[in-house]
């Protein structure tokens, strides 16, 4: 079986979704924008074939090289990147080169456009915000206005195709809409009506058949747009268990949009106050869907919860479309907390270590293309429930009096 991974090098985490895979006999063929004499050897290691390219936004030069694989190594059985930046790539060489393993150009939209993602929401039973599609002039502020009166301020407006919080606003009045449209974007906006919650996530490999192969819970802070307009400190942790009206929805989603073949990660609300036509505290109300991995560290710290390896469920569904990882032994939580070099901490390094050090499984400064969304340091830890994994986060990210981001 021939595999090309588009990007094995970055994340830097990704290595191991190849790692496994060629430990299932697979040749494993990546295409990258990093020189390999500058790749980390367990990259290196991971991989049956390299092929470098100065970027991979040139399609003429990513079509070359999986061409080149095809002569070389026959049909391609697979090709993916795990990655929310490249599906649109994935799914057009899918096309071009007849992979049938995936999703291809015809299908991509109704995975990257947060308009079309409702149609899906509705046909699988799950609530989801009232949405509204931004248009310019005075007749799409006009039109905005209109959506604002049944809703309510605040309001979110963001990118209809894009990737994480970038770029995304919330309006808390009508000061706010006129300055929104006084600097129109130049890309398609969508307009949501505003949901108080917090964020969980329903990750989930699922196989050829769109059956589950692994299912798992992240607990996310109630906005990463405020993380990143705020410059707020990033935690959030991986769960030890999942609601099962989670588990029902993150199912019904995977039917509804046909997913197979696929590491998925699908965020849900948890309603923290009651909004009429959606549920009630505590129900769960759709917001959108990701087809790929959750990002940052998330794929490792599901390994440390869960005491299993999710790479290897991943490879064993390419390789074989079954689980082959048995049930794990125990399950834990698993926290991220992140710090930014711009505040000052009660808390010392060292003091984190010796009150936690035997717990925690990452320490390290995160890669700079990660600092806006998880901060600059990264402390990582292994909890045995919930309420010990918010001690931890209160712990680690506690300001000094007059720092943080209220004070800046």
Known sequence: MNFV???PQFPQIF?????????????????????????????????????????????????RAVAFYSFKYGKIDWLESNNEYWLELDARLRTDF??????KSDEIGKFKSKAKMKSYYEKAGIPTARQHKVTGGAEGLAASKEFISLTGYPVIVKPEIGVGALDTYKLEKEEDLEKFYANFPEHPYVMEEFITGNIASYDAIINSKGEPLFESMTSWPPSIMDIVNRRLDLAYYVADTMPESLRKMGRAAVKAFGVKGRFVHMEFFCLTKAKPGLGDVGDFVALEVNMRPAGGYTPDMMDYAHSLDVYQIYADMVAYDERRVPEPPVEQCCAY????????????????????????????????????????????????????????????????????????
């Open 98 to 103: 007849n992979i049938t393993t995936g999703v």
């Open 337 to 408: 907390a992140g710090r930014r070099d711009e505040y000052e901490y009660v808390h010392s390094h060292e003091e984190i270590m010796e009150k936690y050090g035997s717990r925690i499984v990452m320490c390290e400064r995160m890669p700079q293309l990660m600092w806006d969304q998880m901060g600059n340091q990264n402390y990582t830890a292994i909890l045995p429930d919930e309420k010990a994994t918010h001690e931890y986060i209160r712990f680690v990210q506690e300001y000094k009096e007059g720092s943080g981001p209220d004070f800046r």
């Open 5 to 7: 991974f588009i990007s």
């Open 15 to 63: 290595w191991n979704f190849c790692d496994r895979l060629k430990k299932n006999g697979i040749n494993v063929l990546g295409i990258g924008d990093t020189p390999y004499d500058n790749l980390a050897q367990n990259v290196k290691d991971s991989l049956t074939e390299y092929y470098w390219l100065p970027t991979l936004e040139d399609y003429d030069g990513v079509f």
